[in-house]
């Protein structure tokens, strides 16, 4: 099994499972890019999962073959119990409005010739919910709900408003069909920090409000804190480290979860000097490193390290880990 | 660090960069968009300086002002001047042999900036080709190089890739790249690591940093972000619907933040050592319309500090009783009396983490 295992997986109401996830893209002529290489993971019914790792380790593009944009090269996405891979292209169409997306750039992520309301609508006439009128309320709630003011969204296109509107607009578009599961590809980090706090606050209460399940993509690991009950952290294409949002910042356990961690910029110029750096060469999506593909660059690495991959491991408190020699000690051995 | 161009024969000390009284305003059905409205500042060389300021507060308008990079329809008045040299209004023509090889820009979006249609490689080489004379053999090879200290992984083989191919952070990353290409005296590096990872972004703001002394740059960091600002400025500038609102050396303004407004923003940035799911403090309302912005103090509709006469009467930019590098533009700034006493009461009706 290319995974790095599967004791961090849980029972409950699970709204989306995610097994041994490889997504892999080609690179020239010969050679091939590997995104993701066999993650697994859970998200529960009402949970926000935080997904954090360095630029490139293939956060977007497990968020995209969750929603089958990118086609998995092998695995399975099993949301509310259906396996989306196995889809045939009518039914997949149909799943995908109970899974919504937001990304990064909230401008371009919206028609420019069109008006503001009628993006918010389309889902709703593709889909033909209920009649136009019946639409148009639904839509003028969901916006007034989102701080847009419905008459303005009615008369006018995306650059009229600014970023921070532009995103609320398209979590209210997100919104509209009602979904289940909202992957957030770093929706606040082209936001200024005021706004940013606004949309995360909105993001929350409507989670309550909605019932939403989350996951919510960033660098920025205070927002994730914020934001997430449970974060998960990537690193090259692989899952590393998995805990409750509190305890990960707390006790981080692996060496690279450690280096993010000691890495976030502080807003106090006295403290701002980092502490551990991150040292070596990014590695390869061409060409990982054998055993453990953090082992180039972490300063605990062995023999063992180089030669075996490690799999996820629990140190307690639904804390787990894939890393031979973890920060802390384990409490048991899954 | 291994980029070393064009370092010979550069004056390096003294100041670089003097604006006085930059007007950029934009001609629009609505109206004329006060954008930039009266900023007045200098920079030193090798020096760097933050500018913050929420979305729309004249950031980049300034940036681009500097650089002369503004459409037709933007009225310039001030002065600008570059090594002793008035560069306000020159002409595109004008401006070309500064670009490059003295002031170069990060772009606040890599995917726009990169042609989408050209391989990277072309867009790094071709600069380094017009600019500084060097011949192919010469330009791959630190192309190359450029994108190792970038920290991206095959450069050689990233040179044969098209914008699309690779992740949000490389393609900022190549930004960067470019940037730095032909040793510019003076860097604008707008929002250049927001879609970076905190390991990255360390490092490549430890790389403008090391370019900064090796070559005495100047840089002007342009981001939302306290906390960059935080470790890699020596002085910030604080911005607020197109005017300098305050402005200081780093430490200085973090010990005594004057203005209620850089206060605001600090407040709504999640700390860290607060436990998940803690409500953030938010500024209520939205920045001024540029066409039309509030007679008095820019920031008063939306201060929770403000009063009768923050409404009526614009305050001057002044000196901080706390350092004479200090200044802000504001009637009760914190640790007056009058901000007191209303701080106490919003922090008590608003609870510790409570929405504001
Ligand atoms: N269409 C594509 N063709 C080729 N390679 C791709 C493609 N899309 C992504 N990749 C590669 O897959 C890897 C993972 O990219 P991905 O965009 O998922 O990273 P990320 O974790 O979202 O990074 P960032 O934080 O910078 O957005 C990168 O090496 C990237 O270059
Ligand atoms: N060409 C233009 N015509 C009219 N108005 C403009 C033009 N360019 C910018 N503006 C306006 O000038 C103001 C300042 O914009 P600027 O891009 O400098 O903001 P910023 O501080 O960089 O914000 P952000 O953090 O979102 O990048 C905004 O209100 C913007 O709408
Ligand atoms: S497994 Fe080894 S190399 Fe990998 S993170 Fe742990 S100690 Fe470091
Ligand atoms: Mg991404
Ligand atoms: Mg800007």
Redesign the pocket.
């Given at each position: 099994m290319a995974g790095t295992g599967t004791a961090h997986l849980r029972d409950g109401d699970v709204v989306l499972r995610v097994d041994d996830l490889v997504v892999e893209f080609p690179m020239g002529r010969h050679a091939t890019v590997s995104a993701v290489a066999g993650v697994s993971f859970d998200v529960l019914r009402g949970e926000t999962l935080g997904i954090v790792g360095e630029s490139g380790c293939g956060k977007s593009t497990t968020g995209r073959a969750i929603m089958q944009i990118t086609a998995p090269t092998s695995g399975t996405v099993s949301f509310e119990g259906t396996d989306l891979t196995s889809l045939s292209y009518s039914d997949l169409r149909e799943a995908r409005t109970k899974i919504q997306m937001i990304f990064q750039d909230p401008i371009s992520s919206l028609n420019p010739r069109r008006k503001v309301r009628d993006s918010v609508k389309d889902p709703l006439d593709i889909w033909q919910r209920g009649s136009e009128a019946q639409r148009i309320e639904l839509v003028n709630s969901i916006l007034e709900q989102v701080g847009i003011d419905p008459e303005r969204a009615a008369e006018s296109r995306p650059h009229q408003f600014s970023?921070g509107q532009c995103q609320r607009i398209s979590i209210a578009r997100a919104l509209v069909l009602d979904p289940t599961l909202i992957i957030c590809d770093e929706p606040v980090s082209a936001l200024?920090v005021s706004v940013q706090a606004q949309v995360l606050n909105l993001l929350e209460d409507l989670k309550q409000q909605y019932g939403l399940t989350l996951i919510f993509i960033a660098h920025d690991l205070a927002v994730v804190k914020n934001i997430s009950d449970r974060v998960a952290v990537m690193y090259l294409g692989k899952l590393c480290e998995v805990a409750s949002s509190d305890d990960l910042y707390g006790r981080p356990a692996h060496p690279y979860t450690n280096v993010l961690v000691e890495s976030i910029p502080i807003p106090d110029p006295e403290l701002a000097v980092a502490g551990t750096t991150i040292t070596g060469e990014p590695p390869s999506p061409v060409n990982p490193p054998s055993g453990c593909r953090f082992h180039p660059r972490c300063p605990y690495a062995d023999d063992i390290c180089s030669r075996t991959e490690p799999t996820m491991r629990s140190i307690g408190d639904g804390h787990f880990v894939a890393c031979h020699h973890p920060l802390v000690t384990p409490v048991s051995i899954a | 660090m291994t980029v070393r161009l064009q370092t010979e024969g550069r004056v390096s000390e003294g100041t670089l960069l003097e604006i006085a009284d930059v007007k950029t305003h934009?001609r629009?059905e609505r109206g004329l968009?006060r954008?930039v409205d009266g900023v007045t500042f200098s920079l030193e060389r090798g020096k760097a300086l933050g500018i913050v300021?929420e979305?729309?507060?004249?950031?980049?308008?300034l940036s681009r002002t500097i650089m002369g990079l503004l459409?037709s329809?933007a009225v310039l008045s001030g002065s600008v001047r570059f090594a002793g040299q008035e560069i306000l209004g020159l002409d595109a023509r004008q401006m070309r042999h500064l670009w490059g090889s003295e002031m170069s820009m990060v772009f606040?979006n890599p995917m726009v900036s990169l042609n989408p249609l050209m391989k990277i490689g072309k867009q790094i080489i071709e600069p380094l080709q017009i600019h500084l004379g060097m011949d192919k053999t010469n330009a791959v090879a630190t192309a190359e190089r450029l994108l190792r200290d970038v920290r991206i992984p095959e450069p050689e083989k990233r040179l044969g890739q098209f914008p699309h191919e690779l992740s949000g952070g490389m393609r900022q990353r190549v930004m960067i790249a470019i940037a730095l290409a032909c040793g510019p005296t003076l860097l604008f590096a707008d929002e250049p690591t927001t879609a970076l990872d905190v390991t990255v972004q360390a490092q490549i703001l430890e790389l403008i940093g090391e370019q900064r002394k090796d070559r005495n740059m100047s840089v002007i960091l342009v981001t939302?972000d306290l906390g960059v600002v935080a470790g890699h400025t020596d002085e910030i500038a604080v911005m607020y619907g197109g005017r300098l609102v305050e402005k200081a050396p780093t430490r200085e303004l973090f010990a005594n933040m004057k203005m209620p407004y850089t206060k605001s923003l600090m407040r709504s940035i999640p700390k860290l050592e607060d436990p998940s799911h803690t409500r953030l403090l938010t500024i209520p309302g939205r920045p001024p319309d540029?066409v039309n912005p509030p007679k008095g103090c820019r920031f008063a509709p939306r201060c929770a500090y403000a009063r009768e006469k923050c409404v009526q009467h614009e305050p001057p930019l002044i000196v901080s009783d706390t350092s004479s590098e200090h200044f802000y533009a504001c009637w009760y700034p914190v640790g007056s009396p009058e901000f007191e006493e209303r701080d106490v009461e919003i922090m008590t009706n608003v609870g510790v983490g409570g929405s504001a």
């Amino acid at each position: 099994m290319a995974g790095t295992g599967t004791a961090h997986l849980r029972d409950g109401d699970v709204v989306l499972r995610v097994d041994d996830l490889v997504v892999e893209f080609p690179m020239g002529r010969h050679a091939t890019v590997s995104a993701v290489a066999g993650v697994s993971f859970d998200v529960l019914r009402g949970e926000t999962l935080g997904i954090v790792g360095e630029s490139g380790c293939g956060k977007s593009t497990t968020g995209r073959a969750i929603m089958q944009i990118t086609a998995p090269t092998s695995g399975t996405v099993s949301f509310e119990g259906t396996d989306l891979t196995s889809l045939s292209y009518s039914d997949l169409r149909e799943a995908r409005t109970k899974i919504q997306m937001i990304f990064q750039d909230p401008i371009s992520s919206l028609n420019p010739r069109r008006k503001v309301r009628d993006s918010v609508k389309d889902p709703l006439d593709i889909w033909q919910r209920g009649s136009e009128a019946q639409r148009i309320e639904l839509v003028n709630s969901i916006l007034e709900q989102v701080g847009i003011d419905p008459e303005r969204a009615a008369e006018s296109r995306p650059h009229q408003f600014s970023g921070g509107q532009c995103q609320r607009i398209s979590i209210a578009r997100a919104l509209v069909l009602d979904p289940t599961l909202i992957i957030c590809d770093e929706p606040v980090s082209a936001l200024d920090v005021s706004v940013q706090a606004q949309v995360l606050n909105l993001l929350e209460d409507l989670k309550q409000q909605y019932g939403l399940t989350l996951i919510f993509i960033a660098h920025d690991l205070a927002v994730v804190k914020n934001i997430s009950d449970r974060v998960a952290v990537m690193y090259l294409g692989k899952l590393c480290e998995v805990a409750s949002s509190d305890d990960l910042y707390g006790r981080p356990a692996h060496p690279y979860t450690n280096v993010l961690v000691e890495s976030i910029p502080i807003p106090d110029p006295e403290l701002a000097v980092a502490g551990t750096t991150i040292t070596g060469e990014p590695p390869s999506p061409v060409n990982p490193p054998s055993g453990c593909r953090f082992h180039p660059r972490c300063p605990y690495a062995d023999d063992i390290c180089s030669r075996t991959e490690p799999t996820m491991r629990s140190i307690g408190d639904g804390h787990f880990v894939a890393c031979h020699h973890p920060l802390v000690t384990p409490v048991s051995i899954a | 660090m291994t980029v070393r161009l064009q370092t010979e024969g550069r004056v390096s000390e003294g100041t670089l960069l003097e604006i006085a009284d930059v007007k950029t305003h934009f001609r629009t059905e609505r109206g004329l968009v006060r954008a930039v409205d009266g900023v007045t500042f200098s920079l030193e060389r090798g020096k760097a300086l933050g500018i913050v300021g929420e979305s729309g507060s004249g950031k980049t308008v300034l940036s681009r002002t500097i650089m002369g990079l503004l459409p037709s329809t933007a009225v310039l008045s001030g002065s600008v001047r570059f090594a002793g040299q008035e560069i306000l209004g020159l002409d595109a023509r004008q401006m070309r042999h500064l670009w490059g090889s003295e002031m170069s820009m990060v772009f606040q979006n890599p995917m726009v900036s990169l042609n989408p249609l050209m391989k990277i490689g072309k867009q790094i080489i071709e600069p380094l080709q017009i600019h500084l004379g060097m011949d192919k053999t010469n330009a791959v090879a630190t192309a190359e190089r450029l994108l190792r200290d970038v920290r991206i992984p095959e450069p050689e083989k990233r040179l044969g890739q098209f914008p699309h191919e690779l992740s949000g952070g490389m393609r900022q990353r190549v930004m960067i790249a470019i940037a730095l290409a032909c040793g510019p005296t003076l860097l604008f590096a707008d929002e250049p690591t927001t879609a970076l990872d905190v390991t990255v972004q360390a490092q490549i703001l430890e790389l403008i940093g090391e370019q900064r002394k090796d070559r005495n740059m100047s840089v002007i960091l342009v981001t939302h972000d306290l906390g960059v600002v935080a470790g890699h400025t020596d002085e910030i500038a604080v911005m607020y619907g197109g005017r300098l609102v305050e402005k200081a050396p780093t430490r200085e303004l973090f010990a005594n933040m004057k203005m209620p407004y850089t206060k605001s923003l600090m407040r709504s940035i999640p700390k860290l050592e607060d436990p998940s799911h803690t409500r953030l403090l938010t500024i209520p309302g939205r920045p001024p319309d540029l066409v039309n912005p509030p007679k008095g103090c820019r920031f008063a509709p939306r201060c929770a500090y403000a009063r009768e006469k923050c409404v009526q009467h614009e305050p001057p930019l002044i000196v901080s009783d706390t350092s004479s590098e200090h200044f802000y533009a504001c009637w009760y700034p914190v640790g007056s009396p009058e901000f007191e006493e209303r701080d106490v009461e919003i922090m008590t009706n608003v609870g510790v983490g409570g929405s504001a």
